[in-house]
């Protein structure tokens, strides 16, 4: 059993290869993120990936029916051990990876699509700082920009661009920016659709994104170890 973690050059490289063979299950290709591969022979049999986000860390994980109950997750999530100490953890993973554990919370994917509805421009006053897989949004003050918040975003092949996070600052919560954020991304480019996923237990997000034409395409429950 050899293990491989890749280097970054190569990241997207096996990222791509992970999301064709395991049809449905997908791992962000984000610049962070944290991949490493178990394989028996010339076969990838078990995948893991950690994304660090705010105050918490999210794992995906696969393991290749026919491979599994032998161990080959359980080593890889050893490894990483270090990158969770001090973090909560959630899982998102296969059910042939899931542990013997209760389930954390249900999550729903939710999908815009552009032939539904349309989306108006945004407010003169407003403007946006557009860096790779990042929007941040401004406001005029003056001679002065001040930043309400960004969201965080990456091309997922027919989930078209997801929309990983939204995030408005303190003190311009509930005040109808990320609506202008959303609607933002959607009027400057050109994807077909636009995903994003959301808990069952964040209701306002959940009726924002119902207002701005998402709809529900999937359900996935997490799991905490």
Do not use: W
């Not at 003190?171 to 808990?199: A, C, P, Q």
């Amino acid at each position: 059993m050899k293990t491989y973690k890749t280097l970054s050059k190569r990241k997207k490289e096996y990222i791509d290869l992970f999301n064709s063979m395991y049809e449905g299950y997908s791992i962000p290709c984000e610049e962070d993120i944290y991949i490493d591969f178990a394989s028996d022979g010339d076969v990838i049999v078990s995948v893991i990936g950690i994304l660090p986000l705010t105050d918490e860390v999210e794992v995906f994980g696969i393991t290749k029916p026919g491979y599994t109950g032998v161990g080959h997750f359980k080593r890889l999530l050893a490894k990483a051990k270090r990158m969770l100490e001090g973090k909560t953890v959630i899982y998102t993973l296969a059910p042939s990876t899931k542990p013997k554990a209760a389930p954390y919370s249900s999550h729903y994917l939710m999908q815009f699509k552009r032939e539904d509805i349309s989306i108006p421009g945004t407010p003169i006053e407003y403007s946006a700082n557009m860096r790779k897989h990042m929007l941040t949004l401004y406001k005029s003050n003056g001679e002065r920009k001040e930043s309400l918040g960004h969201l965080k975003f990456t091309e997922e092949g027919s989930l078209g661009l997801f929309i990983h996070q939204v995030y408005i600052k303190k003190g311009f919560r509930h005040m109808g920016y990320g609506k202008i954020l959303l609607n933002y991304l959607i009027s400057t480019t050109e994807y077909d659709r636009y995903t994003l996923e959301v808990t069952g237990e964040n209701i306002p997000a959940f009726e924002l994104y119902k207002k701005l034409g998402f709809k529900i395409i999937d359900s996935i429950i997490y799991y905490r170890l």
